[in-house]
Each structure stands twice: as C-alpha cells, then as structure tokens.
C-alpha cells in the first residue's frame, strides 16, 4: 500500500488547512459513490502523484481495493512519481501494487498507442493542473481523448479544481499555425478552465465522436483557489511548490523562453527570477513604479544550483504576493520582458519562436523588436481574452 508519507515525502504532500467549505475532487466523488461508475469494465488509468483523495491515498490504490479491473496505468511528464525533472524522457514499467503496466506519455510517444489501449474499455484521467496553457498535462489528456476516439474507448475525467480560480483569464488566444506539445488549446495563456471543462470544451472542438464523462466536484466554486479547497496539497510538478508559484506560473513561466532564471536551482521557483547580468535594484523600481496589481517587487540575488546558470550569482527580483485575486501574471512578464530589452538590450535575449508558443502569439516578440510599449501589447492581449470570455460560458460546469 502506498502511504500518506511516502507520498509526502516525494511530492511535497501537505495536510489541508482547516477551511469552511470542503471541497471533493471527483476523486472523491467516485470513491463516495463505490467506484461504481467503473465496475466490470477494463480501465486504463492516466495519472500521476497529484491523484490523491482527501486523506492522501492515491487513485490507482483506491480503485484496486475496490475491485476495479485496472488493466493500464498511463504517466505524464515528470512520471507517475512526478519526480522526474522538466523535460526528462521517461521510460515504461509496471505499479508493485497493482501489476499494472505503466506507460509513459512523456517522451518518444506522447500518446496512447492502440496497442495500449487494445481491450480498454475506458480511459480515466485525474491530475492536478495549474491553470496555464503550456503546463503539458492537459495536452496529454487531449492526445489521450483523441486516440480513444479512434480506437472506440470510452472516455472519463475525474475533476479537480483549476488552483487559481475559474473566474480570471488572461493572454491573447492561441494562432492557428502554433502547434506544440506546450501549446495546444486555443484557449488564453491564463484558462480559467478544470480539467473536466477542458474535456468538454477539446471535444468540441475537435468534434471527437468520444462518450466523455466528467465526475463533477462538490463545493468547489470558481472563485476558490487551492488553498481554499480542503484538499490536500502535493506539488503537481517539482518546481511549482505552493500556491504563490501556480498563481505567478502564468507569467513567470513565459521567461523560459529567454536566457533567465526562473529559480529552478533556488528555492523559490517561479517566484523569482534573474541573471547574472541583471540590475535587480533597477528592475524591482521600475515594476514597483508601474503598480501593477496584487504584488511587490524586491531585488534579491540568487544562486541556482541548477538548470538555467546554475552556479553562477544572479541579479534578481522577489515577487511578494499581496492579494492572489487581484495578481494579472501574464502582465508581469510583459512590462518585465519589455524593461530588460530596455535596460539590458545587449544581455536580455529571448527565443522568438519559444515566445511566441508561451504567449500563443507573435505579439510581444514584435513589440520587442518595435520597442513598442507593454501597455499596447497588453490592451491587445485583453481584446481577445475578452471575446473568448463570451463564449466560454458552455464549458463551464461550475
């Protein structure tokens, strides 16, 4: 039996803080109601560490005790574990508890082959995600509900919440002509959407002839953000360690495609960045200036011990949170990226084609070449997330 502990151990698993709504992920829905939804049928299971109910025991565990036929298990990036590091390839094995076989979703095959669907009859997906678009999760529950559609295999979504609130969206929608693996969902960079949602809104899209099913949470609205749930908290990947990181991922994300640090090596993930040329002092003044909502800046210099200059001193800046609600990440990175052209024009430098899948749109790589200002890239960002918030509405389950 896997344990509380050990979960916590790898994955940073912490016990619920006291809160007045408790909410059940659909994880907990299911097992409530005695996993019958999945009696007598082969189940293929795509999951990871995040799978948890709310005394931390894992979905593949309960569903096993319960007499569930579950005959695959599939992982994503970061492995079954989520221990993995960003963007190792893993490889297949097989679960010690339940002998089912893993398969890997990461790597040289980012779907299900037919072979490994052949006799399923259905496919359940519950993982955490984060709420940004090029968090890869939600494309691997995409390619997965593409591939059962071919191959006749029903299709079921255990919800969970989205862990920075349902109401916000942020970021210009996806181009038609980007396609990628962090870049899928014509959606804004900042969704809004659970997984379910996502679930329904890819079919339509795709107009996939897929029995979906999604198992709805119980008291779970969308103004809530994770902390606020009653769930049980375990990192959903190895660097987003806390709510702060998920709600800043948006934005803070977006510098991977540049030559900073996002303070994988530190201890503060997505929380910070910086480089070893970067004025952290002026910065911090200039986005502190700005006003921008619901955070702070302060200069701090960091040693990351890994990844992107790993070993070398970095200029830098903290974000301090101050009101969740209020932060826009996207704009961080916007007004940021078009300061350090400004101020580190010989330094800075971005992958324009790398930029333009995190963003989803040619427009801020533009505006940096311009030297156009953050305001007109941001106003244009708002447009499209604006008319996309019109149609929305028919997903949302919530």
Same mark, same amino acid.
Request: neutral net charge.
């Given at each position: 039996?896997?344990?509380?502990?050990?979960?916590?151990?790898?994955?940073?698993? *912490?016990?619920?803080?006291?809160?007045? #709504?408790?909410?059940?992920?659909?994880?907990?829905?299911?097992?409530?109601?005695?996993?019958?939804?999945?009696?007598? +049928?082969?189940?293929?299971?795509?999951?990871?560490?995040? %799978?948890?109910?709310?005394?931390?025991?894992?979905?593949?565990?309960?569903?096993?005790?319960?007499?569930?036929?579950? *005959?695959?298990?599939?992982?994503?990036?970061?492995?079954?574990?989520?221990?993995?590091?960003?963007? %190792?390839?893993?490889?297949?094995?097989?679960?010690?508890?339940?002998?089912?076989?893993?398969?890997?979703?990461?790597?040289?095959?980012?779907?299900?082959?037919?072979?490994?669907?052949?006799?399923?009859?259905?496919?359940?997906?519950?993982?955490?995600?984060?709420?940004?678009?090029?968090?890869?999760?939600?494309?691997?529950?995409?390619? *997965?509900?593409?591939?059962? %559609?071919?191959?006749?295999?029903?299709?079921?979504?255990?919800?969970?919440?989205?862990?920075?609130?349902?109401?916000?969206?942020?970021?210009?929608?996806?181009?038609?002509?980007?396609?990628?693996?962090?870049?899928?969902?014509?959606?804004?960079?900042?969704?809004?959407?659970?997984?379910?949602?996502?679930?329904?809104?890819?079919?339509?899209?795709?107009?996939?002839?897929?029995?979906?099913?999604?198992?709805?949470?119980?008291?779970?609205? +969308?103004?809530?953000?994770?902390?606020?749930?009653?769930?049980?908290?375990?990192?959903?990947?190895?660097?987003?360690?806390?709510?702060?990181?998920?709600?800043?991922?948006?934005?803070?994300?977006?510098?991977?495609?540049?030559?900073?640090?996002?303070?994988?090596?530190?201890?503060?993930?997505? #929380?910070?960045?910086?480089?070893?040329?970067?004025?952290?002092? +002026?910065?911090?003044?200039?986005?502190?200036?700005?006003?921008?909502?619901?955070?702070?800046?302060?200069?701090?210099?960091?040693?990351?011990?890994?990844?992107?200059?790993?070993?070398?001193?970095?200029?830098?800046?903290?974000?301090?949170?101050?009101?969740? +609600?209020?932060?826009?990440?996207?704009?961080?990175?916007?007004?940021?990226?078009?300061?350090?052209?400004?101020?580190?024009?010989?330094?800075?430098?971005?992958?324009?084609?790398?930029?333009?899948?995190?963003?989803?749109?040619?427009?801020?790589?533009?505006?940096?070449?311009?030297?156009?200002? %953050?305001?007109?890239?941001?106003?244009?960002?708002?447009?499209?997330?604006?008319?996309?918030?019109?149609?929305?509405?028919?997903?949302?389950?919530?």
């Amino acid at each position: 039996m896997r344990a509380a502990a050990a979960l916590a151990l790898l994955a940073g698993l *912490a016990l619920p803080a006291s809160c007045a #709504t408790m909410t059940l992920s659909g994880l907990d829905v299911l097992e409530r109601d005695g996993f019958k939804a999945l009696q007598n +049928r082969r189940v293929g299971l795509i999951t990871n560490h995040t %799978a948890i109910n709310l005394q931390g025991r894992h979905a593949a565990d309960l569903m096993h005790e319960a007499g569930v036929k579950l *005959a695959a298990i599939f992982a994503p990036e970061h492995g079954f574990r989520g221990t993995e590091g960003h963007g %190792a390839h893993i490889a297949h094995s097989s679960d010690a508890v339940t002998g089912a076989p893993i398969y890997s979703l990461y790597g040289k095959n980012m779907r299900p082959a037919p072979e490994q669907l052949a006799g399923l009859d259905i496919l359940v997906f519950d993982i955490q995600d984060v709420g940004a678009r090029f968090y890869t999760y939600l494309t691997t529950m995409g390619y *997965a509900m593409e591939e059962a %559609a071919k191959a006749g295999v029903d299709f079921m979504v255990l919800d969970r919440p989205n862990p920075i609130g349902g109401h916000a969206t942020e970021g210009p929608l996806l181009e038609p002509d980007i396609k990628a693996f962090t870049a899928y969902f014509p959606v804004p960079t900042r969704h809004g959407f659970t997984p379910g949602e996502m679930a329904f809104f890819h079919k339509d899209r795709m107009k996939l002839d897929l029995p979906l099913t999604v198992i709805r949470m119980s008291g779970w609205t +969308r103004d809530m953000f994770f902390d606020e749930t009653g769930l049980v908290w375990t990192n959903p990947s190895p660097n987003i360690r806390s709510v702060e990181a998920e709600v800043l991922y948006p934005g803070i994300g977006c510098f991977e495609s540049t030559n900073l640090s996002v303070g994988r090596g530190t201890g503060s993930p997505f #929380t910070w960045f910086g480089a070893p040329w970067l004025d952290g002092d +002026r910065l911090a003044a200039d986005l502190n200036d700005i006003g921008l909502p619901g955070v702070e800046f302060r200069s701090a210099r960091k040693t990351p011990d890994s990844d992107v200059h790993a070993g070398k001193e970095c200029g830098g800046v903290d974000i301090l949170i101050k009101r969740k +609600r209020d932060i826009k990440p996207l704009e961080i990175f916007v007004y940021a990226a078009s300061l350090l052209k400004k101020n580190h024009p010989g330094d800075f430098v971005y992958r324009p084609a790398e930029l333009r899948k995190m963003t989803g749109s040619g427009l801020l790589g533009a505006a940096l070449e311009k030297g156009s200002s %953050a305001g007109a890239v941001i106003k244009k960002y708002n447009k499209e997330k604006a008319a996309f918030e019109k149609t929305r509405g028919k997903w949302l389950l919530y």
